[in-house]
């Protein structure tokens, strides 16, 4: 195997972890370098000698399924013999690329990865990008097809698309940044990509193909990530190959690509830039992942105009066909779980000037939830960011869903330099029923996103936002309920609602261990051995099933077992405790409502971050007072040295004159 794997043929790109620099001579194998230009010196060619694919290698390809098309045998290689001054370095193993790509748990979130690379080409021209389903010509299997008008790649550009950790993205206003979303995106949809691009760059038109092949590494026993491409000169209206080692070398990457694309000639390999134009790129990912049931994850089948997720489909279709299950379903909330055109209609919070998502031949129709809001508010909230730039301002538009109270769905369409990343964020718990209908939309460029783009790093910044959004949402709707037939609560109103759906029984005896938990003792909760309340003239710690929805008039739900992840209530002194469902609740009128004693704790918390943030930054400020103060210390005893030795020459100049 090691003279197979000493064999491959120049211009095939080896993925590794290696970070030669751009300016060292390339040999004839290209690793995570971009390939050099024609008059670039190369080593003599090795034979090109295409790879044997191993009978271990081939047995291990008994699933299409996603999760589980990681787990195949390994072949045991020996090591390789470096050519003359080659040095070592680290390669990467073809399951790399499936553990990489299992960093998107969702399809529809590899789908927006490819959705970014094309709308950050807007910058070089681009007007539309084309998401369509074609059919691999060899098995008539069903492929995804993204094509873009922009820029294109030219064979530099391209072999840093297929190599990992490349990014030629630094503007602020890139939605990409990682030089890893390509990988990951193409990978977790299908087992095998293959990439046509063309550009014009330095009066030079090329066209390039790449071919990046799961099926083709597993199947043929390689240890790295191998990426065979070919390039073509166009400038002068024919595809001339540009040949960098010898012909045989660029004869042998072709071969490699036709044998393991859709396509069998060459012919109609570049058939497939006849609808590119003079500058873009096609993606073709064929060999899409099956589910656990052995059928495509997507399906396009159920919409002419759609692409849906399989899986979620089916969960639809088992859940509850109530009329309220039904008009929850149709909102745009639940469809973006499965519908890639709902999905799609709001990825992008500022509409897109002159760029239209095509999908299945119809255009996406953006949409902004907040245009249509009831009762919209704006609220403006300050993160404390440590940082020498301007203190960044998130504004958030905040109100009522035009559905509710038909629809109860409450949350926070969170944004990312333009890009969706939370979708209806539910702040507060469920079953609290102030907030309830309530919609917030913000941008959130001051904390940085996971690498799916799905969720955010779990940062202080975004703990703190977390609080504020909860904050925000209970103050707009102890503001505006009224506005759509609810009535605010107050102390009065929350402890005769309380009265009202309770009923005094003994408590019962796992009531203790929650009084433990407050109290030293069980003399000091005032039960006795037997469970019994002595109702001793001390404060006893009682607690609600749902504190929430007994102050707001709605019927308590049932306990479940002997649970007690529920809030708690203090009874003052000389207070009988009632039961609510096997659950001691707190019979007071003059007791604080659980809702204002949330919003302080969330007060409290904020203040208190607040005030961490400031005491670092005054420790910081000391710390650099006292290096400042030592710095002076020290120059002011150089000085006084300088003195002495100026004044000491003097005296001893004195002297010697008299």
Known sequence: ???????????????????????????????????????????????????????????????????????????????????????????????????????????????????????????????????????????????????????????????????????????????????????????????DVIVFSRSSRASQATQSVGLLSYTFLRKTGQDDVIVPMVDFDISNHWAEPIIYGSQDDWSSNLKTILEWSPFVSKDELLQQFEDIGSHGTKIIIYNLWLNDEGVFELSFDDDDEDIRLRDEISRVALTKASKKAIETQAHISYQLRFSLRAYASLLYLRKLENFKIILRGKPVEQYNIADELRHPKVVTYRPQVSTALKEPTVETTLGFLKEFPAI?????????????????????????????????????????????????????????????????????????????????????????????????????????????????????????????????????????????????????????????????????????????????????GSAASIDQICEENIQLFVRCEEHAEKEKLLKRTVEELEKELEDTRKKCAELSSHLERQRKDKIIIQAATT
Request: proline residues 7%.
């Open 1 to 191: 195997m090691s003279s197979q794997r000493n064999k491959i043929p120049e211009n095939i790109v080896i993925l590794d972890d290696s970070s030669d620099d751009e300016d060292t001579p390339s040999t004839n194998r290209t690793i995570l370098t971009p390939t050099p230009p024609p008059s670039a010196p190369h080593a003599p060619p090795r034979p090109a000698e295409p790879p044997v694919a191993t009978t271990a290698a081939v047995r291990s390809l008994d699933s299409q399924s996603f999760w589980k098309a990681g787990a195949y045998e390994e072949i045991n290689l020996t090591r390789p013999t470096l050519l003359p001054g080659e040095l070592e370095h680290a390669r990467v193993h073809p399951k790399f690329l499936h553990s990489n790509a299992t960093s998107h748990k969702w399809a529809f979130g590899a789908i927006a990865e490819l959705f970014d690379n094309a709308v950050d080409e807007i910058n070089n021209g681009a007007s539309f990008v084309k998401v369509d389903r074609i059919y691999n010509k060899r098995d008539n299997s069903p492929a995804l097809l993204f094509q873009d008008d922009g820029g294109g790649m030219c064979p530099d550009s391209l072999r840093k698309c297929m190599s990992l950790g490349y990014s030629m993205k630094k503007a602020n206003t890139t939605i990409g940044q990682y030089g890893n979303g390509f990988k990951t995106s193409t990978m977790r949809l299908g087992a």
């Open 408 to 588: 109860s769905i409450s949350g926070f369409n969170v944004y990312h330099k333009n890009r969706l990343i939370r979708p209806f964020w539910k702040v507060t718990g469920d079953g609290n029923s102030q907030g309830i209908g309530v919609v917030g939309v913000l941008e959130a460029n001051f904390i940085e996103p996971a690498h799916d783009k799905q969720d955010f790093e779990r940062s202080s910044l975004f703990h703190r936002l977390e609080m504020r959004l909860k904050q925000m949402q209970l103050e707009y709707w102890r503001g505006h309920c009224e506005l759509v037939g609810h009535r605010p609560l107050d102390k009065k109103t929350s402890a005769r609602t309380l009265q009202n759906n309770i009923s005094i029984s003994p408590p019962v005896e796992h009531n203790r261990n929650v009084q433990q938990n407050f109290q030293s003792s069980d003399s000091a909760t005032g039960i006795s051995a037997n469970g019994q309340d002595k109702i001793l003239n001390k404060p006893f710690i009682a607690c609600i099933t749902n504190p929430r929805q007994e102050l707001s008039g709605l019927q308590p739900r049932k306990s479940s077992g002997t649970s007690f992840n529920n809030e708690m209530a203090v009874q003052p002194p000389g207070k009988h405790a009632a039961s609510v469902e096997g659950q001691l609740v707190e019979i007071s």
